[in-house]
T-cell receptor, first 115, second 111 residues
Framework: NAGVMQNPRHLVRRRGQEARLRCSPM?????VYWYRQLPEEGLKFMVY????????ESGMPKERFSAEFPKEGPSILRIQQVVRGDSAAYFC?????????????FGPGTRLTVT | QKEVEQNSGPLSVPEGAIASLNCTYS??????FFWYRQYSGKSPELIMS????GDKEDGRFTAQLNKASQYVSLLIRDSQPSDSATYLC???????????FGAGTRLFVKA
């Protein structure tokens, strides 16, 4: 009964490199959300996806960031040309579509460090 | 801009006391409300969901919802040092697809 899985758990990138973060939702869940959390700060919504569709990307920076959730495989959050300010914890959550309940369950997160 | 407001704390209570955490929200159409607990360096963990006005109890936790006042609270009875964490209030938006998180309240339970 696997929960939400994220990998890698820790990722170190040099400025200018690309970072790829992966998220596999809980079994039976078709909704994926990505959040960013800076140290000592709250969760910031980035993007909400269903299979093959981006539903809401209002929290995504306009440049360098992209997300996908293909028909097969995990959801990917991609950050191109990383900068020091991208250093943060990135959490993925998943939920099922069930009436009014969209309880989100979080993965362990990916800690990105940009050097 | 839909908002969820929480007192950042820290809230400090002695072991065995009742901890009371509060949250207000701006979207009158919200139908779903959640409390998450986040330990330092860990991911948020869902501890309570509430959808109807009134109280919902689960073990030592009680969630209270008042939609007319746009107010949600979480009571933790018999607080333990292991309850020391940041508690995040989260509110589903009118469409239900998206959840807005508050900034969280830090709780310290002193032994």
């Amino acid at each position: 009964n696997a929960g939400v899985m994220q990998n890698p758990r820790h990722l170190v990138r040099r400025r200018g490199q690309e970072a790829r973060l992966r998220c596999s939702p809980m079994k039976g869940h078709s909704h994926v959300y990505w959040y960013r959390q800076l140290p000592e700060e709250g969760l910031k919504f980035m993007v909400y996806l269903q299979k093959e569709n981006i539903i809401d990307e209002s929290g995504m920076p306009k440049e360098r960031f992209s997300a996908e959730f293909p028909k097969e495989g995990p959801s990917i959050l991609r950050i191109q040309q990383v900068v020091r300010g991208d250093s943060a914890a990135y959490f993925c959550a998943s939920s099922s579509a069930s009436g009014i309940s969209y309880e989100q369950y979080f993965g362990p997160g990916t800690r990105l460090t940009v050097t | 801009q839909k908002e969820v407001e929480q007192n950042s704390g820290p809230l400090s209570v002695p072991e065995g006391a009742i901890a009371s955490l509060n949250c207000t929200y701006s979207d009158r159409g919200s139908q779903s409300f959640f409390w998450y607990r986040q330990y330092s360096g860990k991911s948020p963990e869902l501890i309570m969901s509430i959808y109807s006005n009134g109280d919902k109890e689960d073990g030592r936790f009680t969630a209270q919802l008042n939609k007319a006042s746009q107010y949600v609270s979480l009571l933790i009875r018999d607080s333990q040092p292991s309850d020391s964490a940041t508690y995040l209030c989260a509110v589903g938006d009118t469409g239900g697809f998206k959840t807005i998180f508050g900034a969280g309240t830090r709780l310290f339970v002193k032994a």
